[in-house]
């Protein structure tokens, strides 16, 4: 039974029948529904907002996995919650009070977890660590899918477990852009519990069998 979970993210899905992939991701092995929220100025593209979440809670059968690439997280935690967010996710190069983002997620019965980009040190976390669910390492740039793994991530996820291990907490490692066949078994290794997939899902020719063989690494 592998330990480890697949979040596909649907931002590579086909919007023109999301209902139908919503639906073929329910039927497969994943474990969370990743939804990539972006408002077009902490990231230069824009996707969707509240009314689209609540359609596809209405289908999904998988938690939502909302990943916040906005500027503004800690206005919105109520409309997230309502919309049907399982676990939220904030940037923290986007909060300026973190510590009263994480508490209020947990507040509104979600669980929260912090992203961070490429150039930002996991270091940074130390003193909110323990309020996490999870840290969602990003290994792409944030804004597209498809984009190229970042080799520098593996060294920045161990230095995360041993911070998680140092301090005996159950804070679960994610990461985000770029995962393939090819080096998931080498971040399982580094210490990731929880991979964000979606090019390889949906550029696959049967995305349930490869989420299948992502599932199946140990
Ligand atoms: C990028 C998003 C990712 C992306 C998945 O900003 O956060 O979730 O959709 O990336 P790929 O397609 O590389 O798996
Ligand atoms: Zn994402």
Not at 5 to 21: N, R
Not at 24 to 43: K, P, Q, R, T
Not at 78 to 100: F, I
Request: with cysteine; net charge negative; hydrophobic share 45%.
């Amino acid at each position: 039974m592998s330990k480890h979970q697949i979040a596909p993210s649907i931002l590579t899905a086909d919007f023109l029948h999301l209902k139908s992939e919503v639906e073929m991701l329910n039927s497969s092995e994943a474990d969370l529904l990743h939804l990539d929220i972006m408002d077009g100025v902490f990231v230069p593209n824009l996707t969707f907002g509240f009314p689209v979440i609540r359609q596809i809670k209405s289908v999904a059968s998988l938690p939502l996995d909302v990943h916040l690439m906005i500027v503004n997280a800690a206005y919105y935690l109520e409309e997230y919650r309502d919309a049907g967010a399982d676990w939220l996710t904030v940037h923290y190069e986007a909060c300026t009070h973190l510590h009263r983002t994480i508490h209020r997620i947990k507040e509104l019965g979600m669980k929260p977890a912090v992203s961070l980009n490429p150039h930002t040190d996991v270091a940074l976390l130390e003193n909110v660590l323990p309020d996490l669910n999870m840290v969602l390492v990003m290994t792409v740039n944030p804004g597209f899918g498809g984009q190229k793994f970042i080799e520098n991530s593996y060294k920045k996820i161990r230095k995360l477990k041993k911070m998680i291990e140092d301090a005996g907490s159950e804070t679960l490692i994610q990461v985000d852009g770029g995962v393939t066949e090819n080096n998931i078994g080498k971040l399982i290794e580094a210490g990731v519990d929880v991979f964000v997939v979606g090019n390889t899902i949906f550029s696959a020719k049967d995305p349930l069998k490869m989420i299948s063989n992502l599932k199946k690494y140990s």
